[in-house]
């Protein structure tokens, strides 16, 4: 069975400062990722996805990057953090169809 | 482009009612319709998928969904309703495997005991 972890669970940050969020897939070889960000209280936007490694195809960019280093790993990434950062950021695998979710990372930026 | 409408942000109903939570659709072709589940403070959990063949399709947690090309929909059912099923559901469109997944805004379902 395939497991996703995320890390870290929760961040509490400064404006300005830099922000790495990571992501592993376990017991999937080569699957697609994706990042989605939630605002508190609001629905979901993807933000980046990845087919392979070294591949990370732009949705919504909102200041952040995005890297795929590894096949089992996805790395969202800002040098500088914006108050507009805060949120619920979900990594997610595909398999054929839909989207199998992370346990998520909370970010509070302050 | 395609997209998702969840008219009703919030729903309350008593425990042992009906539930049902609306979603419709826009995409001129066959779309892939999901539904999800998050409680409070935690991720996504799928709970059932429409991809083709039968209409009335079933997920976990005893829920079903019903697509109808006729208006566009695929409304979310449970019958009777429990308190624990208070979350917030989220139906989604994917027009493609792998393409991107369109969410609704979600509905804040509560259930009192």
């Known amino acids: 069975a395939q497991t996703i972890h995320q890390w870290p669970v929760a961040e509490i940050k400064a404006v300005g400062s830099p922000l790495s969020l990571g992501c592993t897939i376990k017991g999937k070889s080569s699957p697609n990722l994706y990042w989605y960000w939630q605002a508190t209280g609001g629905t979901l936007q993807q933000l980046f996805y990845s087919i392979t490694v070294g591949q990370v195809e732009s949705v919504v960019q909102l200041n952040l990057s995005a890297s795929r280093p590894k096949d089992d790993q996805f790395i969202l990434s800002t040098e500088k953090l914006l108050l507009s950062h805060s949120g619920f950021y979900l990594c997610?695998?595909?398999?054929?169809?839909?989207?199998?979710f992370g346990p998520g990372t909370r970010l509070t930026v302050l | 482009a395609q997209s998702v409408d969840q008219p009703d942000a919030h729903v309350t109903l008593s425990e042992g009612a009906s539930l049902e939570l609306r979603c419709s659709y826009s995409?001129?072709?066959?779309?892939?319709l999901f539904w999800y589940v998050q409680y409070p403070g935690q991720s996504l959990q799928f709970l059932l998928k429409?991809?083709?063949?039968?209409?009335v399709v079933k997920g976990t947690k005893g829920f079903e969904a019903e697509f109808r090309k006729s208006n566009s929909s695929f409304n979310l059912k449970k019958s009777p309703a429990h308190w624990s099923d208070s979350a917030k559901y989220f139906c989604?469109?994917?027009?493609?495997?792998?393409?991107?997944?369109?969410f609704g805004k979600g509905a804040k379902l509560t259930v009192s005991p």
């Open positions: 989604a469109l994917e027009i493609g495997t792998g393409s991107k997944l369109s």
């Open positions: 429409y991809i083709t063949g039968d209409t």
């Open positions: 995409y001129s072709a066959a779309p892939y």
């Open positions: 997610a695998w595909s398999p054929d169809w839909g989207r199998y």
